[in-house]
């Protein structure tokens, strides 16, 4: 099918596009048609980012599309892509924000309102200049009892109320409910298709885009059914469904309760829901072709990154299992399929999350998000076919008992899974390990093979550091230059709280940033914080270059190992002219940390104070706390403390005592100020954030 076409207008000058289409269902590849003049024009400015999410989408249903299948070979696909925590609106807001859901605060169906709206890609692309817009299911609960409100980020905006529905449903369209009924050109899909074209086409062609197109198909609908278009009823009626090995099958060795008591499901049952979605996903599948060629129609394909993924998979039997929610493959796996301008078409096998979206579209954008905030790593490098200098070692699950999905109360439990290993920790103190190589569709539970216990060990490890997720500041520093030869600047990096596991960061230096000088060679190296410990120190030469600066900054970043430790604070190093300059005083750097309060009495928590480099005299630094600056509760008591650091000793930890008040507090931030030592001295120093969460 083809919906009626978009006027041409050609571009001049095309800028850079980036095109992010996430199908949170079912995605297939589409033929994507390319204008030669339009291919041949020069890219400057930002992309285009277009973002389609379809809805409940396994990850071996793209070849349910038949346009994006055909068209495979030009995409490079991802088989490791995998999500955080596989319920809808969980996984939409990581999507949204880069972030895991202990960390969005989304962890059900039932707590979209609890996302903070004002710190979401879309936040940060409209103020890079972006133009936004919306159209189709955004958080389950949405308007969230607010009125029919327009979230922040968006300049056009159509979002769906009863998103469950593909028919007799509403849509708040620039602030004003709009209902749609059950006529011919009321189906869902195609309402949100003609929307998404229209706003490419009326589009300013000077300002980038960003667009979010996020389907309902092939999700059921209220009454536990999948709607396809009447176009498409039967379209799937001939194509095989055969049952997967795994069918109705029972985990060998320990499981929790309620999934060895999961009843054997009907290979009819199956059969006809997965002919359903297949229908379903014809009309994403024409839909996605047609706002491709609004893009090419508009002078913006040519230059265009295209992104499809799916929020969560689900099972279907498997392991006697009709449902999402759960840490198996069928559940957290889905597609992730990239194109557009220096992408290399083929496979990968790179290990990527939910988490990982965000920085990859600001990446290609351009646009940097606060630091420290997002928890994944741009896959970028991979899908230009480049070696990823930091890989993911493994991705953090997040699991809810299926029984409670729809309750208030979700019981929830976490994972972690590397390309080989998936290790599952249930609230009730069972244990799973699976071998996903030797047993792919996760039937023999590994985990009391005595042979296997370092490998337990380290997958713990593992979890422990990525559900902690640490976040890294590198302290300043202060250097002499000379006129020739090198000095050393010291750096610290700090962990904001301490892990159980070695980590080891890569850091680099950025060359020629200088006004009139270049003290910095292009520099990459690594320091490794080992288990228990929260920082360490490296040292980056800066070269003598004879200049006659005045002071000039210069910054150290850290590239996280495996989506670990995301960057917190970049660390300045000031380089002085080589004049006279009895004694250099080093810079105290405080480490970020967190604390779960208690109901009563206190519990500690630890900052990591540090000096950007080794004194040759004992050195002693005043700190103190503020006061109550909770918005509901007392968790600080006013105090100030003393760190005195011995001769050669960089770093110290500082206690704090965090008060229990029997308040349900959401994050709150503290903040430690540093005071001039009696006497001694100390230059720059930064102070740091302490987050409270209630227990």
């Not at 919906?3 to 079912?26: K, Q, S, Y």
């Not at 936040?123 to 972006?130: I, P, Q, T």
């Not at 202060?478 to 610290?492: F, I, K, M, P, Q």
């Not at 007392?634 to 308040?663: C, E, H, M, Q």
Request: a negative charge; glycine letters at 8%; proline letters at 8%.
């Amino acid at each position: 099918m083809r919906f009626p076409e978009v006027a041409t207008t050609r571009r001049t000058l095309p800028r850079l596009r980036v095109v992010a289409i996430v199908a949170l269902a079912t995605l297939g590849a589409v033929p994507i048609a390319t204008s030669s003049g339009a291919s041949a024009l020069a890219s400057t400015g930002p992309p285009d980012i277009i973002f389609i999410l379809t809805d409940d989408q396994r990850a071996d249903w793209m070849s349910y599309m038949p346009s994006l299948a055909a068209e495979a070979s030009k995409w490079r696909r991802f088989s490791r892509a995998f999500v955080n925590l596989p319920v809808c609106c969980p996984s939409r807001a990581t999507f949204l924000t880069g972030r895991y859901s202990h960390h969005t605060g989304v962890e059900s169906l039932r707590e979209g309102a609890r996302l903070d709206e004002t710190r979401t890609l879309p936040v940060f692309l409209h103020e890079a200049g972006y133009y936004n817009g919306f159209f189709g299911k955004y958080l389950n609960g949405y308007p969230f009892d607010r009125g029919p409100y327009i979230p922040p980020g968006w300049d056009r905006w159509a979002g769906m109320v009863t998103p469950e529905l593909y028919y007799d449903y509403t849509l708040v369209e620039g602030g004003v409910p709009v209902h749609y009924g059950s006529g011919p050109n009321d189906y869902s899909t195609d309402v949100l298709t003609r929307q998404a074209v229209d706003f490419v086409r009326d589009a300013d062609p000077r300002r980038s885009l960003f667009l979010e197109v996020a389907y309902n198909a092939p999700h059921t609908n209220g009454l536990g059914s999948i709607v396809p278009a009447p176009r498409h009823a039967g379209a799937c009626a001939t194509r095989d469904f055969p049952p997967p090995s795994n069918f109705n099958s029972s985990v060998e060795g320990t499981s929790p309760p309620w999934l060895t008591a999961m009843p054997a499901r009907s290979a009819t049952t199956v059969r006809q829901w997965k002919q359903l979605a297949c229908e379903a996903l014809r009309s994403v599948d024409e839909g996605i072709a047609e706002i491709i060629r609004s893009l090419e129609a508009t002078g913006r394909l040519a230059n265009s990154f295209i992104v499809i993924t799916s929020d969560n998979g689900l099972s279907l039997g498997e392991r006697r299992l009709m449902s999402k929610a759960t840490l198996f493959d069928e559940s957290i796996r889905v597609p992730l399929w990239v194109r557009g301008p220096g992408v290399v078409p083929g496979p990968s096998d790179r290990l990527t999350s939910n988490v990982d979206l965000v920085p990859t579209i600001l990446s290609w954008a351009g646009v940097h998000p606060p630091t420290g905030f997002v928890d994944g790593a741009s896959y970028s490098e991979s899908a230009a076919g480049r070696t990823d200098p930091s890989p993911p070692r493994g991705v953090l699950l997040r699991g809810t008992v299926p029984t409670t999905v729809l309750g208030t109360d979700p019981v929830l439990f976490w994972g972690v899974r590397t390309a080989r290993w998936k290790l599952i920790e249930y609230p009730d103190g069972s244990i799973q390990l699976f071998d996903l190589v030797s047993d792919p569709g996760e039937v023999t539970n590994l985990i009391d093979r005595t042979d296997l216990a370092a490998t337990r060990v380290r997958l713990e490890s593992d979890l422990a550091a990525l559900r902690t997720s640490p976040r890294v500041a590198i302290g300043d520093a202060t250097v002499v230059e000379g006129d020739s030869g090198t000095r050393d600047a010291y750096l610290t990096a700090a962990l904001s709280e301490p892990v159980p596991v070695p980590i080891t960061l890569r850091f680099g230096t950025i060359a020629g940033t200088a006004s009139a000088s270049r003290d910095f060679d292009a520099l990459i190296g690594s320091v490794t914080i080992p288990p228990g410990q929260a920082s360490a120190t490296f040292n980056v030469p800066v070269l003598g270059d004879g200049q006659g600066e005045s002071t000039e900054r210069f910054f150290a970043y850290v590239t996280p190992p495996y989506g670990v430790v995301p960057l917190r604070r970049a660390g300045t190093v000031t380089i002085l002219d080589d004049d006279p300059v009895p004694s250099v005083r080093p810079v105290v750097s405080i480490g970020d940390t967190s604390v779960n309060e208690g109901a009563s009495a206190t519990r500690d928590l630890v900052f990591a104070v540090t000096l950007s480099r080794p004194s040759s005299q004992t050195t002693s630094v005043r700190l103190t706390t503020s006061g109550d600056t909770a918005t509901s509760g007392t968790d600080f008591t006013y105090r100030t403390g003393v760190v005195t650091f011995p001769p050669g000793v960089t770093s110290i930890g500082w206690k704090v005592a965090v008060n229990a008040d029997l308040r349900a507090e959401t994050d709150e931030r503290f903040f430690v100020r540093l005071s001039d030592p009696s006497g001694l001295a100390v230059g720059r120093s930064r102070a740091s954030g302490i987050i409270v969460s209630d227990d």
